[in-house]
Structure formats: structure tokens, C-alpha cells
């Protein structure tokens, strides 16, 4: 067989020197890189070049194997392990997994909004060199919590090694793929010795790569700081470089490069797949809640054993959506996360008869040239997906197209799952035309529970040196959460229950003030008298709350116990959409009040199928004066305004979606803030206004039936120039004297009792939903226009198309008469019982688009009369 290297070596007269089994391992590659034009590339780490994902793993154990038998069981029990980014991510887990009781960390080039620095390093020769250390538990590279860890059971092997023995005795374990120069690893051993000395260092790579002159190095280290020092690698040997070889090779490059250029030129070569996006396969592969998606802020034994025992259910999901036909499967990989896809290949490995190869993503450009003797055949290129801190730029797959795949499994963490990700030139278009098939698993990015985003701390990542570690005296703030503005005036933090609203703290935080002492409640007649005649706002006063009757109430338990399912399936299915469309973790936004038991709903389901737990708020939105701007700039200075998804319970005719994206465009003109999406993802779309929705069906959502006391016992929002400053929340009220008939509560936990019946059907509603034509018809729109003017009305506000818009129209306004769509049934109980306490007429009608319309009194005075001219009693 041709060696990958010789392309290179016969070029550049570059020399593999080493035992008989160093050839198999590395090949050669050129890449544009000032520092060093030549790169190794492992066949057996799984990231340049893809492998069975068995091997891969098992180059990395029997390495933690060997470390073990080095240290003894007592000194394997108290090791800890560190793997250096991007490249040994994957192989200092599988280090650490051969040690067996070891924690894992490894250095991240991604800063986490609130999690500490442990210290930071650069890496001479890399292309990206930046390296931080993000531990959750501080003393994990103290030798603190290795030490710490208790004895082995008796009988056990350990159980002779007591606990707690001194943290000196805490062995710490680097590995990175080569050991080269030794300059990286060196120098990180002697800043973390310098802060928390210990008495003894391993260092574990796949090849030992020094040169002679570098041999004697290490001895040296070891005596310089006078602790023990060992090496381990699986292979040795050493690379001869001619003078001059970095100017040679950096010219090879450049005249590569321009030759494939102008061959693409001349063929017009389509190759990298831009065009047409093709159908990609989300696979859910339900990982298990509270397991890290590696080891960027550590991963302890319990976490791996975790892991292990959900592979199986993990592999079975994706080898359930793979193609019949799929006989050569590749397992690709996101950069950083190497381990979680790593091993699921391994577990499809034991489940599939196919052939598992594995290999990541990565952001080194390496010059790709086909030919049997080079080591990079083929390249793909795309943008980052993952917001990099260090900003936009390329990223690569190598060696997957050409490759013959029938189908290749895209595995990213949660935090990469962006629109970058699915875009027209982003890597799964990327991937579609080398392959039949390309899935798609999400890993839910793993944030420390206590990390806290900062607001308006600069990022703290000192300016770095070349080839130099820091590690701080005191742990350092961490990046903000949003680097584009910070808070312009001191906003409030959000009200969250049991001092505002019914619902739990976590479920819900309220961007508004707290109007609770001041009188807001106006008569029902009153205030339709001075919203129609131009005197009052709707939003300047309140509706006097309705106290729903016995009969009411027993219909409400009747309405909810007969739709929990139908709504527990619409929760699923746009939350499942806006997972999918929008990103793993979106910021949910839900438009107060109507949208904010749906919003609690969505985040629900998102624990309840994801184990993930995203962020909610509500905020206040007013017909005719547009969105809290300030709710809006608070948001923008926690979160990044594109994760924001809006959320509100139906749509009507579509009034709110229209005055949304009007507030956004004004806001972000005046405020120079931008990101935020106008769209509005709603549980049911009868108007057809919006392209996220759960169903277009209008059908009867109990949460409608009541007021306050099914939305946390929260008022509509107020918006009043002597009540909301400038500088203000809009305001609401909590009725907390509501509290024995509420039952908000109620309602959330049984639509979320029957999240489990549903999962089948919200996975085919939402396949169905991502590959439909969803753009809004704006149907009711039309239909509401043509009902103003048939009714002699002339004006679209009057008309309230849709059940939840009907039934506000009964509560709180004055309504006229009641449209129903003949034949409508259960859906409509209640607005019947309603029409009736209120003496309000119901007329059947044929053709029309929802199940029923109300109509507010048309200039309304309290002796008025309507189009018709029949007065309606004040009641």
C-alpha cells in the first residue's frame, strides 16, 4: 500500500523516522500555517481521517490502561485527567475511561457566559491557539477533589489506598495526540505546578515525536521543578525536517491552492453542494438529563456510567431512522466533541451490520490533494455554526466526500445547532450530495448549574503570549452573556413567583412592574364607551376580573380534560419546531398573558423530552403601541436577541403578529440593537398567520376560558403615562385574593401529564410540519374583512375571529353578537353559556374559516344600537 506521507515527502524532502508501526499511524499534510507548514495526521484519532470508531477508542484505553499500571490502582484512583482541545478531546476521554476512576477535563477554545477561568494557555503551533480551562468543580486541578474521593469498598481493588490522601499525591494526566517539541504540555505542568504543586505529572500521547535534541528536555523539567515526570505513547519515532522546509512547504501550498482554484474555474465545479437545501433527518436521541456532552467543565465517573448505560437506546434511535440500505455509515463529529460521537459510533458498531467509520469536523485548514500518498484527499468548507468567540470563519471536514457513505450521522452539541448549521452553504448542505442520507443528533450543551451570565463585566481573558500559561490568583469574571451593548439604565430584574403570580419561580420570569396596590379596574360598558370613542386606550385600564359561576368552572374541567391531549400535542409539536428551526436552546419570549401558559407549556416539554431547561419570560405587547422596549433591551443584554422565539397562545386575524414586526423594525432602528426575530410561534395558527405553530385547527383552548386566574393570577398588561416611565416595565396586577379559585396549576400539570401519549404523534407532526409549505395565507384576515363589511361594522378591530378571541370578546368586552360555525360541538360549550349569561345572540353561519367570530358592539355608547339596529343591554 502507497504511505499516506510520501506525496509530501518526495516534495519536501520531509523524513518519518520511527518503529515499524509509525508509518500506519501518521501520514503527512501541508497546511497554511506560519509556524509549521507540515501537519501529522493520525489515522487513529478520529478526526482528519475516518476509522472504525472502535479503534479509535481503543487506541485511547489501552493508553489509559498502560497510565494505570505505571500509577498502581492506588495512584489511578487519585489521577486526574487533561485532554487538550480540539484534537485529544476524544482521546483524553478514552484516557480517562481506561484509568476507570478518573475525572475528566479538557481546555475549550469556547468561553461559557459565568463559568469561571482555571487558567489559560496557548499552543505555539497550532492554527487556533487560545486554550481556557472551565472547570465546574474549582478543585478539580487543585488535586483538591482527587484527593477527596473516598477509598475503595473493601475488597475492592484500592480499598488498601485511604481517603484522603494528601492533594501532592493527586497525579495529574495531560494528553494531546503528538508529544513534538513539548513546549504546550511542559509549560502548562509548570504554571498549574507553580499554583498547586503536586508530586507527580504523566503525559500520554498517541506518537512521541521529539526531536534528539528535545529527548533530554523532559529530565530535566522534572528535576527544574522537582516532581516525577513519565511519558507514555503508543508510538515513537521522530520527523526530519530539510532547511528551509517551511518556505518550501508554504510555496507547495500556495501553488496547490491556485492550481485547484483554476481548475474549479474552468469546470465550474459544484462539488461543495451549494444549491438547494436536501431533507436532513433529526434524530432525538433523548440523552440522558444532567450528562455533560463532554468534558469542557468536566466529567466525572458518575457522569460515564450514565453514559454508558444510555448508549444502547441511543444508538438504537439513530440506527432506527438510518436507511435500509445504508451499508457504509460515517459518524461525524463537531469539533470539540469528539467523545459523545465517538461513542455512539461504538454502540452502533455492536448494533448495525455496517460498516461504523468515525471522524469530526474541525477549524484547521489543511491543503486537500488527491492523491494515495497524501494524507487529506478531499475537503468540505463551511462556516462556523457556533457563534466562535474569535468570530466567523471557515471550518472543515476532510476526507468525507468521495468517500462512498451511504449515510453520515451529524453529531453537534446543542450550542452549534444554529441557523449557520442548516443553511444553504452550512455543513449538512455540505454533506448532502457525498451521501444517500445525512441525520442529524443534537447533544444538549451541558452548562453548570451555577453559572450565573454576567451583564456588564468585559471579558476577562487576559491579551496571551506566545508559548505561556496564566493561571489567575482568583477567579476571573466571566465573558458577558451579550458583548453588544451593555444595560443602558439599571432595569430591573424579573418578577418571578410566589411575590408575583402563582406559578413556580423557575417556570416564568415577568419583564414587568408590579401594579398590584394601584386601582385599575374599570366597568366593562365604561371602558368599551372610551376605548370606541378615541378617549381611552384598552391598555389604560383593566377589565373588572370575571368570577366564572359553579357552572363554569365545571365546564372549564370538562373542556381540559377533554383537549389535554390535543393541546399536549400542539405544545410538543411547535416546541419540537422551534427546537429544530430555531436552535437547541432558545430564549422563549411569551407575549403576557395569553402566551405565557403556553410558554411554560413549551419549556416543559423541552425538560420533559430534552432534559434541557430553557429560559422564559413574559413581556407586554400593545395593540397600537407596539412591544416594552425596555423588556426588549434587558433581553438583548442577557441573551443574544437571536435566540429570542416570541411566543403567544392563537393567532385571530393576525393583529399582534403584525404589530410585532412593526415594534421590532422601530425598536431596532431607534435602539441600534439587532437579532431579534418578529416571528411568532403560537399552539394554534385558525388565521394561517404565522409559520410556527403547533396546529391550524381552531379548536378550544381551556386556558382561554378564564382570565387571571389560568395565566398565575396575572392581569392584562397596563400601559399609562402617569403609571410607565420611560425608563419602566410595563405594568400588571397580581390578584393574590384570587388565589382559592385558581387554577393555573391545574391546567399546566394536566396538559403535561399527557406529554408521554403524545411523543409518537408530535414526532410525525413535526417531520411533516419541517419539509411542509408553511407560509402564512393570512386567511382570516380576509375573512375578517369581508365579515366587517357584510355586518356593517367597518372596522376590523370589532372582529374577533377564532375561540380564544371569542371568548375574550364575551369576558371582557361588550360584545354584540356571537358567529358560530354551523355544526361547531364541544368547542363551543362555553362560548354558548357565556352568549347566554351576557344575553348576547349566536347566529350559525356556513363558509366560515374559524369555529366562531365575535363581534364587539359596534360604537358602542351605552344607548347604542348596532348595524342592525337593535340596542344591547348593558348587563
Known amino acids: 500500500m502507497v504511505w499516506s506521507g510520501s506525496w509530501v515527502a518526495e516534495r519536501l524532502g520531509v523524513e518519518l523516522v520511527g518503529d515499524a508501526e509509525l508509518r500506519e499511524l501518521l501520514g503527512l499534510a501541508l497546511r497554511r500555517n506560519p509556524k509549521r507548514a507540515h501537519l501529522l495526521v493520525s489515522h487513529v484519532l478520529g478526526k482528519h481521517v475516518p476509522q472504525y470508531p472502535s479503534v479509535v477508542y481503543g487506541a485511547g484505553f489501552q493508553l489509559g490502561r498502560r497510565v494505570r499500571e505505571l500509577l498502581g490502582e492506588a495512584g489511578a484512583r487519585h489521577a486526574v485527567v487533561l485532554g487538550y482541545a480540539e484534537t485529544a478531546t476524544g482521546l483524553g476521554h478514552a484516557v480517562a475511561d481506561g484509568l476507570g476512576t478518573a475525572p475528566y477535563l479538557h481546555s475549550t477554545r469556547r468561553p461559557v457566559a459565568g463559568v469561571a477561568r482555571a487558567g489559560g494557555f496557548e499552543e505555539s503551533h497550532s492554527h487556533a491557539t487560545s486554550h481556557l480551562l472551565l472547570p465546574?468543580?474549582?478543585?478539580?486541578?487543585?488535586?483538591?477533589?482527587?484527593?477527596?474521593?473516598?477509598?475503595?469498598?473493601?475488597?475492592?481493588?484500592?480499598?488498601?489506598?485511604?481517603?484522603?490522601?494528601?492533594?501532592?499525591?493527586?497525579?495529574?494526566?495531560?494528553?494531546?495526540?503528538?508529544?513534538?517539541?513539548?513546549?504546550?504540555?511542559?509549560?502548562?505542568?509548570?504554571?498549574?505546578?507553580?499554583?498547586?504543586?503536586?508530586?507527580?505529572?504523566?503525559?500520554?500521547?498517541?506518537?512521541?515525536?521529539?526531536?534528539?535534541?528535545?529527548?533530554?528536555?523532559?529530565?530535566?523539567?522534572?528535576?527544574?521543578?522537582?516532581?516525577?515526570?513519565?511519558?507514555?505513547?503508543?508510538?515513537?519515532?521522530?520527523?526530519?525536517?530539510?532547511?528551509?522546509?517551511?518556505?518550501?512547504?508554504?510555496?507547495?501550498?500556495?501553488?496547490?491552492?491556485?492550481?485547484?482554484?483554476?481548475?474549479?474555474?474552468?469546470?465550474?465545479?459544484?462539488?461543495?453542494?451549494?444549491?438547494?437545501?436536501?431533507?436532513?433527518?433529526?434524530?432525538?436521541?433523548?440523552?440522558?438529563?444532567?450528562?455533560?456532552?463532554?468534558?469542557?467543565?468536566?466529567?466525572?465517573?458518575?457522569?460515564?456510567?450514565?453514559?454508558?448505560?444510555?448508549?444502547?437506546?441511543?444508538?438504537?434511535?439513530?440506527?432506527?431512522?438510518?436507511?435500509?440500505?445504508?451499508?457504509?455509515?460515517?459518524?461525524?463529529?463537531?469539533?470539540?466533541?469528539?467523545?459523545?460521537?465517538?461513542?455512539?459510533?461504538?454502540?452502533?458498531?455492536?448494533?448495525?451490520?455496517?460498516?461504523?467509520?468515525?471522524?469530526?469536523?474541525?477549524?484547521?485548514?489543511?491543503?486537500?490533494?488527491?492523491?494515495?500518498?497524501?494524507?487529506?484527499?478531499?475537503?468540505?468548507?463551511?462556516?462556523?455554526?457556533?457563534?466562535?468567540?474569535?468570530?466567523?470563519?471557515?471550518?472543515?471536514?476532510?476526507?468525507?466526500?468521495?468517500?462512498?457513505?451511504?449515510?453520515?450521522?451529524?453529531?453537534?452539541?446543542?450550542?452549534?445547532?444554529?441557523?449557520?448549521?442548516?443553511?444553504?452553504?452550512?455543513?449538512?448542505?455540505?454533506?448532502?450530495?457525498?451521501?444517500?442520507?445525512?441525520?442529524?443528533?443534537?447533544?444538549?450543551?451541558?452548562?453548570?448549574?451555577?453559572?450565573?451570565?454576567?451583564?456588564?463585566?468585559?471579558?476577562?481573558?487576559?491579551?496571551?503570549?506566545?508559548?505561556?500559561?496564566?493561571?489567575?490568583?482568583?477567579?476571573?469574571?466571566?465573558?458577558?452573556?451579550?458583548?453588544?451593548?451593555?444595560?443602558?439604565?439599571?432595569?430591573?430584574?424579573?418578577?418571578?413567583?410566589?411575590?408575583?403570580?402563582?406559578?413556580?419561580?423557575?417556570?416564568?420570569?415577568?419583564?414587568?412592574?408590579?401594579?398590584s396596590d394601584t386601582e385599575l379596574e374599570a366597568p366593562t360598558e365604561e371602558r368599551e364607551e372610551a376605548i370606541q370613542s378615541g378617549g381611552a386606550h384598552y391598555a389604560e385600564s383593566l377589565p373588572v376580573e370575571y368570577q366564572p359561576s359553579d357552572q363554569y368552572q365545571d365546564l372549564f374541567k370538562a373542556a381540559l380534560d377533554l383537549s389535554a391531549a390535543r393541546i399536549a400535542r400542539a405544545v410538543g409539536t411547535v416546541t419540537e419546531t422551534v427546537l429544530a428551526e430555531r436552535g437547541p436552546r432558545p430564549v422563549l419570549v411569551s407575549l403576557a398573558r395569553a402566551g405565557t401558559p403556553v410558554g411554560v407549556l413549551m419549556r416543559r416539554w423541552a425538560r420533559h423530552r430534552h432534559g434541557v431547561d430553557l429560559p422564559h419570560y413574559a413581556v407586554s405587547i400593545v395593540r397600537g403601541r407596539g412591544i416594552d422596549a425596555n423588556a426588549l433591551r434587558w433581553l438583548a443584554a442577557h441573551h443574544n436577541p437571536a435566540d429570542v422565539v416570541f411566543v403567544d397562545g392563537w393567532t385571530g386575524k393576525g393583529a399582534i403578529t403584525r404589530e410585532l414586526a412593526s415594534a421590532i423594525a422601530e425598536f431596532e432602528d431607534a435602539d441600534g440593537t439587532e437579532g431579534f426575530n418578529p416571528e411568532i410561534a403560537v399552539l394554534a395558527d385558525p388565521g394561517g398567520c404565522v409559520r410556527t405553530y403547533g396546529t391550524r385547527e381552531d379548536f378550544l383552548i381551556p386556558s382561554a376560558c378564564l382570565n387571571s386566574t389560568v395565566s398565575g393570577l396575572i392581569s392584562r398588561t397596563v400601559l399609562r403615562s402617569d403609571l410607565v416611565g420611560p425608563d419602566d416595565f410595563h405594568g400588571a396586577k397580581f390578584y393574590r385574593e384570587l388565589a382559592g379559585s385558581d387554577v393555573s396549576g391545574h391546567f399546566l400539570d394536566t396538559v403535561a401529564d399527557r406529554f408521554g401519549e403524545v411523543a409518537d404523534a408530535v414526532d410525525a407532526d413535526a417531520k411533516e410540519l419541517l419539509t411542509a409549505d408553511r407560509a402564512p395565507t393570512w386567511e382570516g384576515w380576509a375573512a375578517v374583512e369581508r365579515i366587517s363589511e357584510e355586518y356593517g361594522i367597518h372596522d376590523v378591530n370589532l372582529v374577533k375571529p377564532g375561540v380564544g378571541e371569542t371568548t375574550r370578546v364575551l369576558l371582557r368586552r361588550v360584545p354584540w353578537k356571537i358567529l358560530a360555525k354551523r355544526g361547531a360541538g364541544a368547542d363551543l360549550e362555553h362560548i354558548r353559556l357565556l352568549a347566554e349569561q351576557r344575553g348576547v345572540p349566536v347566529e350559525e353561519v356556513d363558509a366560515l374559516p374559524y369555529t366562531c367570530v365575535g363581534l364587539i358592539h359596534p360604537k358602542y355608547t351605552r344607548g347604542a344600537t348596532g348595524a342592525d339596529g337593535k340596542a344591547v343591554e348593558s348587563k
Open 136 to 515: 465546574e468543580d474549582p478543585d478539580l486541578l487543585t488535586g483538591d477533589a482527587a484527593a477527596a474521593r473516598p477509598a475503595a469498598p473493601a475488597g475492592e481493588a484500592g480499598a488498601d489506598d485511604p481517603a484522603g490522601a494528601d492533594a501532592a499525591d493527586a497525579v495529574l494526566v495531560l494528553v494531546d495526540d503528538e508529544f513534538s517539541t513539548g513546549n504546550t504540555v511542559l509549560n502548562t505542568i509548570r504554571a498549574l505546578h507553580e499554583r498547586y504543586p503536586r508530586n507527580r505529572y504523566v503525559i500520554v500521547a498517541l506518537a512521541d515525536m521529539r526531536s534528539p535534541a528535545d529527548r533530554g528536555r523532559l529530565a530535566e523539567f522534572a528535576a527544574e521543578i522537582g516532581a516525577r515526570v513519565d511519558l507514555v505513547a503508543r508510538n515513537a519515532g521522530t520527523v526530519r525536517l530539510p532547511d528551509g522546509v517551511l518556505e518550501k512547504g508554504q510555496a507547495l501550498v500556495a501553488a496547490e491552492e491556485a492550481a485547484q482554484d483554476h481548475a474549479r474555474a474552468q469546470d465550474q465545479d459544484l462539488s461543495q453542494g451549494a444549491g438547494a437545501p436536501r431533507p436532513c433527518t433529526r434524530v432525538d436521541l433523548r440523552w440522558p438529563a444532567g450528562v455533560p456532552d463532554g468534558g469542557r467543565h468536566g466529567f466525572t465517573p458518575e457522569h460515564r456510567a450514565r453514559l454508558e448505560a444510555a448508549l444502547p437506546a441511543m444508538a438504537d434511535r439513530i440506527a432506527a431512522a438510518l436507511d435500509d440500505t445504508a451499508r457504509r455509515v460515517l459518524v461525524l463529529g463537531f469539533e470539540e466533541l469528539m467523545y459523545a460521537p465517538l461513542r455512539l459510533g461504538t454502540a452502533l458498531e455492536d448494533r448495525l451490520d455496517a460498516e461504523i467509520r468515525y471522524s469530526t469536523t474541525t477549524r484547521s485548514p489543511v491543503l486537500a490533494v488527491d492523491d494515495p500518498g497524501y494524507a487529506i484527499r478531499t475537503r468540505l468548507v463551511f462556516p462556523a455554526h457556533d457563534d466562535p468567540a474569535d468570530g466567523p470563519g471557515a471550518r472543515y471536514a476532510y476526507n468525507v466526500a468521495g468517500a462512498g457513505f451511504d449515510a453520515v450521522v451529524a453529531v453537534v452539541d446543542s450550542t452549534a445547532d444554529t441557523a449557520g448549521l442548516h443553511a444553504p452553504d452550512g455543513l449538512l448542505a455540505r454533506l448532502a450530495p457525498h451521501t444517500a442520507q445525512v441525520l442529524l443528533a443534537v447533544v444538549p450543551s451541558y452548562v453548570p448549574a451555577d453559572a450565573i451570565p454576567a451583564v456588564s463585566a468585559p471579558p476577562a481573558v487576559p491579551a496571551p503570549v506566545s508559548v505561556s500559561v496564566s493561571v489567575p490568583a482568583k477567579a476571573s469574571a466571566a465573558p458577558s452573556a451579550s458583548d453588544r451593548q451593555e444595560e443602558p439604565r439599571m432595569l430591573p430584574e424579573p418578577l418571578r413567583g410566589p411575590a408575583f403570580s402563582s406559578y413556580a419561580p423557575d417556570e416564568v420570569g415577568w419583564l414587568l412592574q408590579d401594579l
